[in-house]
């Protein structure tokens, strides 16, 4: 297959399964290489479309989805839309009584660790001749010096950590990839499983639909160019302070 390949991780969620929808919807991208741990519901393969299984967690099937997407082209868009706030044993911390190594570990793990494999299996797969972009959704509360709130520790700690991952990939990248971007960006409060527990005292005007949140995030992405690499932008466009 020859064309414009765009990739997104966590093609199960609620702004992933965004990005996927209006990429495929899009002009832009020849074929959308879709990832997740399982099938999007009522997913069906086109000649738009990919599905492909990936945990992030667990190289061998990262290693095995890269070598499909490398199949399908040099992907020159990457999004890494996977993420977790609440989940199983893992509630956000409001004082450091509540911290619990296990949940802070497994926020570690899907947060930063995970996006950070997804970079080592697929910037390689980046061309070298032409400007790409990789981007992991990451949070403006992973911002340090934003944090004047306090509280959720291992989501804020675990957002600075993969800011930081790809601040160094960013650095890494751009010696064999003059051409390429590597970015961290907040989506901004989107209607999503993730954020349900947390709208109560939001206004509707303050939290995006997934398809609103998905064009933000494109439509930012799709104004860097290799001198924007590094950098830890909003939805807006703006930069966040690291
Ligand atoms: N929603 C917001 O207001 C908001 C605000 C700021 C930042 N963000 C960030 O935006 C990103 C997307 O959030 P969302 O709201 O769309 O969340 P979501 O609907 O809960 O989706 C999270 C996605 O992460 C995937 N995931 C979790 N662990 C995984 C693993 N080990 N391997 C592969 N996939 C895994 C989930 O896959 P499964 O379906 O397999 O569980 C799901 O596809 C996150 O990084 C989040 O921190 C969201």
Redesign the pocket.
């Known amino acids: 297959m020859t064309g414009e390949i765009a990739v997104v ?10 990005l996927v929808e209006v990429l495929r919807q899009g002009l832009r991208f020849d074929h959308v290489a879709a ?4 099938k ?1 519901r009522d997913w069906v393969d086109d000649d738009r479309a990919t599905w492909l299984a ?5 190289e061998v099937s990262l290693a095995s989805a890269a070598q499909r997407i490398g199949a399908l082209g040099a992907p020159t868009f990457i999004i ?6 609440h ?1 199983d044993g893992v509630t956000p911390e409001k004082s450091l009584r509540a911290l619990d190594p296990r949940a802070l570990t497994t926020l570690f ?3 930063a660790i ?2 950070a494999l997804a970079a080592r299996y697929l910037l390689p797969l980046t061309p070298r001749d032409r400007v790409s972009v990789f981007a ?6 992973g911002s340090i010096e934003d944090n004047a709130l306090g509280g959720w520790y291992g ?1 804020r700690a675990s ?1 600075a950590a ?1 800011n930081m991952l790809i601040r160094t990939a960013a650095i890494e990248h751009r010696r064999d990839h003059p051409l390429g971007v590597c970015v961290a960006i ?10 349900a527990p947390f ?1 109560s005292n939001r206004s509707r005007d303050q ?2 639909s ?1 398809q609103t ?1 998905a064009g933000h995030v494109i439509r930012v992405l799709d104004g860097l160019g290799p001198s924007d690499s590094g950098r830890f932008y909003a939805w807006d466009g703006s930069t966040i302070p690291w």
């Open positions: 991780l966590g093609a199960s969620g609620g702004i992933g399964g965004a990832l997740s741990r399982g999007p990936a945990d992030i967690l667990d890494v839309a996977t993420g977790m706030l989940g793990q899907v947060n995970g996006p992991a959704l990451s949070a403006r509360v989501y957002k993969l907040h989506p901004g409060t989107a209607a999503t499983a993730l954020s709208l939290v995006f997934e949140a």
